[in-house]
């Protein structure tokens, strides 16, 4: 198992960038017909959502709430819990569904099969998962793991020569 301490790869993205991608893909958005309302996938989405509201004029918002991640560390556990589904939503048609990202594509299949009519968006995509939504802003190699704002904060980290002592 690989420790998120361990030398990966990865990607910090920051509070202006994920506000920034956003408005690139309701700018994107704003040229289609207008939405009922957004779904937001829980937790990753609700910002991005909070964000595409605001742009887009919508004040319906509607959550599904799954989990595809362990919660002490950074693999999938294979299966989806679905704590709450968008019952409001239905089968999604006229609703925008937006996740930060779409990594191996396991929780966009569940969502998709339960709300197969949504416009489905992701602030990035790595190409596992990249085939299961309509539209994003940036790609994201698979091996990367991204490091949302919600889930970090600026501490001090020692230097690679100070690790090894």
Known sequence: MTSLDDDIVSEVVSWAEVHKDTRVLARELSKRDQFKGI?????G??????????????????????????????????????MKEATMAGDGEGWLMIDDLVDTGTTAK???????KAYFV????????????????????QETWVFFPWDTQLQYSKPIVAKND
Request: proline share 6%.
């Open 45 to 82: 989405g609700l910002i991005p959502a909070a964000i595409m509201a605001r742009e887009l004029g919508i004040k319906l918002i509607e959550t599904v709430c799954v989990e595809a991640y362990r919660d002490n560390a950074a693999e999938l556990s294979g299966s989806v819990n679905v």
């Open 39 to 43: 779904i937001a996938i829980t937790r």
């Open 110 to 116: 569940a969502v998709r099969e339960m709300m197969p």
């Open 122 to 141: 992701t602030l990035y995509a790595k190409p596992e998962g990249r085939p299961l939504v309509d539209s994003f802003v940036k790609e994201v190699k």
